[in-house]
């Protein structure tokens, strides 16, 4: 068992893996084993692109889509309230539809392997290879110098969104009596709360005793 | 044929076992050292009858819970249900697979090790998320969601962090990171020093990370009784808590191998015998770090959930990203003389 074959042993039960995901993601009935599944791909793809010697891409792909991405988008999923019967309704009305889209989009990719294999360049060696550093170690090289210009443009687009996104759900209901905004909580000083005062310990005047009364008769 | 058999797939799992059996022996007793660490403080004895002064408490807990029945709620998604608890311990295990316990001795010397640490601990949050759901009750549900908003919170803070470390080792290999650290003056090379602000965030991400007291919200047990583990029982509870001691270790390990130099000495190289580097300064390392969770947990109140949040989004993140020009320059302009190695 030389590792050459173990590799290609490998890549075909990764990628059946991915395929059997990928078509569970859209076969399932239930939506949270359908999200799980596409967890599935996603990871099967990463184990694919190891194999590749991409190892950054891999576990980017692992951190960024299937630790966070999916994370909340299986949390929307869990808080969907759906009626499965009523999600199957329109199959048959709805099919000729998907069955266009679906040959459209068959088209469009033979095409574009098509013409990518007519102006087929043999790819050239690894440049990390060549380079004899490590997959991740070029990658940073690359993205820092070469590129650096695009990568810091798109970090700024990133950056864009997210505040697009805080602004858009950074909004506070007016009509709500029983709720207590977060921000004003965090803002109380204590003392407008609580008032310490300080008291010196004064003993009690004592009560003079009362001298017991002589029962009169 | 059947050496390469051998060297491909024999060998990797011996050592694989012989990383994951001491790990699990080690969440034995670190929870009888909890239960301990904790009476002591709480003016109790602890566990003290099982074995000579408790020691077997943890064995017998671990009998316990393997010979209780598995309690399947009627309305629970069975097939996750069961699911859930090994999606939260393969990661826990799994990111073992790069720590380095001294020189030689590493599972996987990969180049990529900081990436995957982080892939693996941010694949643990399924298993909380599955739990939750999965066991279709009202507790569990609110305890996952707890719990995963804040892992994905405080994994921006410990990822952050961790770029502190990489500019100033210029490396992910863990292997590296600790060479980078080694020096002549012992305590003084290492990271810890430069990244003081960094290492405190780290480590406080880490418990928050691992939902552990004063962050455990996700389990409050005054509030939502255990949170996203309420509906579990006997072996299925048992590899929720294995995973979760596993994490809390790790985290430990992480710690002392990134900020605290892993397995060098933190005496000068020039005293003798205790100035050279070696496994067992990791271990005491991690024991420490790990002793440093108890700690927490009998002396700090429960933290309320938006303080959580705010204290990871508007404290911790804002500190790190500062720290890490901070490192940037220290590294550019050569101000450190850590991080070059010997």
């Known amino acids: ?217 | 044929m059947v050496d390469q058999l051998i060297n491909h797939l024999v060998w990797p799992i011996v050592y694989i076992l012989c990383i994951t059996i001491p790990l699990i022996l080690a969440v034995a007793m670190f929870v009888y050292w909890e239960r301990k660490v904790i009476g002591w403080m709480h003016v109790r004895m602890g566990p003290n009858k099982i074995g000579p002064l408790g020691l077997l408490q943890a064995f017998a807990d671990v009998v316990k819970l393997l010979i209780k029945e598995v309690i399947l709620p009627t309305t629970a998604n069975r097939f996750l249900y069961y699911l859930a608890p090994m999606l939260t311990l393969v990661p826990a295990l799994a990111a073992w697979a790069v720590i380095p316990f001294s020189g030689k001795m590493v599972l996987s010397n990969a180049n990529a090790g900081v990436l995957y640490l982080l892939a693996m601990t941010s694949l643990g949050v399924y298993g909380i998320i599955l739990a939750g759901w999965a066991s279709n009750s009202r507790y569990a549900l609110l305890g996952a969601m707890r719990s995963a908003a804040q892992v994905i919170s405080y994994e921006l803070a410990m990822g952050l962090c961790l770029v502190c470390v990489l500019v100033l080792a210029g490396s992910l290999n863990l292997t590296d990171i600790v060479n980078a650290q080694a020096g002549h003056k012992g305590l003084l090379d290492w990271f810890w020093l430069p990244l003081l602000p960094v290492f405190v965030i780290y480590f406080i991400s880490g418990v928050a990370e691992t939902n552990r007291a004063p962050f455990d919200v996700a389990e409050g047990e005054s509030e939502i009784v255990a949170g996203f583990h309420v509906e579990y029982s006997g072996s299925a509870f048992a590899i929720f808590f294995l995973a979760e001691y596993a994490n809390m270790i790790l985290v430990s390990f992480l710690s002392a191998v990134l900020f605290m130099g892993g397995w060098l000495s933190p005496f000068p190289s020039s005293w003798g015998f205790i100035g050279h580097a070696g496994f067992p300064w990791l271990l005491i390392k991690a024991f420490l770090f790990s002793f440093l969770f108890l700690w927490f947990r009998a002396s700090f109140p429960r933290y309320r959930y938006d303080q959580i949040m705010r204290l990871g989004w508007k404290v911790f993140i804002p500190i790190a990203i500062v720290w890490v020009l901070v490192a940037g320059c220290l590294k550019y302009f050569g101000w450190v003389t850590i991080g070059t190695g010997v």
Not at chain 1, 107 to 119: D, N, Q, R, S, T
């Open chain 1, 1 to 217: 068992m030389n590792p050459q074959l173990l590799q290609l042993i490998c890549f075909y039960l990764f990628g059946f893996i991915a395929v059997v995901a990928a078509l569970a993601v859209i076969t399932l009935k239930n939506t949270v084993h359908a999200v799980l599944s596409l967890v599935l791909t996603f990871f099967s793809a990463a184990c694919l692109w190891m194999l590749a010697d991409a190892e950054f891409l891999a576990l980017a792909l692992i951190v960024v889509y299937v630790g966070a991405v999916m994370v909340l988008f299986l949390f929307v999923v869990m808080m969907l309230d759906i009626d499965q019967e009523k999600m199957r309704e329109g199959f048959v009305k709805f099919l000729p539809v998907g069955l266009i889209v679906a040959a459209a989009m068959l088209v469009e990719m033979l095409g574009l392997i098509g013409v990518k294999a007519m102006h087929a360049q043999v790819m050239g060696a690894d440049p990390a290879v060549v380079a004899g550093v490590s997959n991740t170690a070029w990658l940073g090289q690359a993205l820092y110098t070469k590129y650096l210009l695009p990568f810091e443009v798109a970090a700024l687009i990133l950056t864009v969104g997210v505040v697009a996104a805080v602004a858009l759900t950074l909004r506070q209901r007016v009509d709500a009596t029983r709720h207590e905004s977060a921000s004003e909580q965090v803002r109380v000083n204590p003392r407008d709360r609580v008032r310490i005062v300080k008291m010196d310990a004064v003993r009690p005047a004592q009560p003079t005793p009362v001298p017991p009364q002589e029962p009169s008769s």
